[in-house]
Each structure stands twice: as structure tokens, then as C-alpha cells.
């Protein structure tokens, strides 16, 4: 059955990164998430990156099926940043799974390609991560970490 899955799938493998901040809603640090979820995506054990500033939001209403990126556009002032931190906060979708009651700290889960060294993979992971996202604590944890 895993075979299965890893075929049909693209892996069964994933490995969590957690990456911690004062705050994610400052000038920047989105922008900074997402280099480091882009960059995670160009390593070849990696297959798929979910992160919030790529995240797909998919509404029904009625017989219409709307899909959109979560966050279409990362603000770059305080009070578009301030705006986005209410929204994704107030959503029970966000709030407590990918990102944090107090929203200093956000998950990028990364899914691996199937057949991967999965240790050669972590520690790839591992120094993109703390190349990009310098200064602030990271902990990685999965199947494959």
C-alpha cells in the first residue's frame, strides 16, 4: 500500500520544518518564508513544499468551487502586515496547525520525492534552512527527519 501511495502521491516521506520568529508579521519575514519554501522546493530530494504563503484555500458556495492562494500577495507595510496576521489568525484553518495562537512561529511542510537518501535529504534540508532563515530558532521533526 505505501508503494501505492508513494507512486500515486509523489512520497510518503515528509519532513516538518517549524521555523520560530519574535513575529512573522514584520517587513520581510513572510518574504523570507517564502524564499525559504521556494528554495526548499529547488532541492531534488524534495518533491512538494506546503507552506502558508502557497497555500491553496478552495470555497464552495452553492454549486461554485472558488480556489486562490491563501495569501495572493505578501504585504510589505505594517498595516497590510497587521491585517493579513487578523485574518490568518481568526481562521481556524491556520490558527493552531500552521501557524501559531500567537503567530511567532509557522510550519512548511516538505514532502519528499520517493526513493530519496531520506538522512542525505534532512541534512540538505537542514543547511538550506538554516541559511535562509538565519538568527531565529528552526526545529525540524517526520517521518523522514
Known amino acids: 500500500m505505501l508503494k501505492v501511495v508513494d507512486d500515486d502521491f509523489g512520497g510518503s516521506d515528509q519532513v516538518v520544518v517549524l521555523v520560530e520568529a519574535d513575529s512573522l508579521f514584520v517587513p520581510g519575514r513572510l518574504m523570507q518564508l517564502d524564499s525559504l519554501m521556494q ?4 532541492l531534488p530530494a524534495v518533491n512538494e513544499v506546503v507552506a502558508l504563503t502557497n497555500l491553496q484555500a478552495v470555497v464552495g458556495v452553492g454549486e461554485d468551487v472558488t480556489i486562490s492562494r491563501v495569501i495572493e500577495s505578501i504585504a510589505s507595510n505594517v498595516t497590510g502586515l497587521k491585517k493579513l496576521r487578523e485574518r490568518l489568525l481568526s481562521d481556524v484553518r491556520y490558527r493552531g496547525r500552521l501557524l501559531t495562537e500567537d503567530g511567532n512561529s509557522m510550519l ?19 543547511k538550506e534552512v538554516q541559511e535562509i532563515w538565519r538568527g531565529t530558532q528552526v526545529s525540524l521533526t517526520g517521518s523522514a527527519a
Open 39 to 42: 528554495s526548499l522546493e529547488g
Open 108 to 126: 512548511l511542510l516538505v514532502r519528499l520525492r520517493p526513493g530519496v537518501d531520506k538522512v542525505l535529504a534532512v541534512l540538505e534540508i537542514e
